[in-house]
């Protein structure tokens, strides 16, 4: 789990609001069995939105379809 404090500030000024954020990290054989258990076949496996092979340490972007 990632925890991080964000603070966003107005480009006009105005009052600085600030949250804490909490995130959950799941491998991508982790997404895809959670995907499976939904009912979805995954159909792709990706590293960037440009279709760029998966890696180690890479964002992870799955495709998935529901049977019919």
Excluded: F, N
Excluded at 28 to 43: F, K, S, T
Aim: proline share 3%; hydrophobic share 40%; aromatic share 4%.
């Amino acid at each position: 789990r990632v925890k991080k404090r964000v603070s966003i500030t107005p480009a006009s000024g105005g009052e600085v609001v600030s949250y804490e954020e909490s995130v959950r990290l799941y491998s991508p054989d982790d997404l895809e069995a959670m995907l499976g258990a939904a009912g979805l076949r995954v159909v792709g496996r990706y590293g960037a939105l440009d279709g760029a092979a998966l890696g180690a340490g890479h964002r992870c972007i799955l495709v998935a379809e529901r049977s019919l």
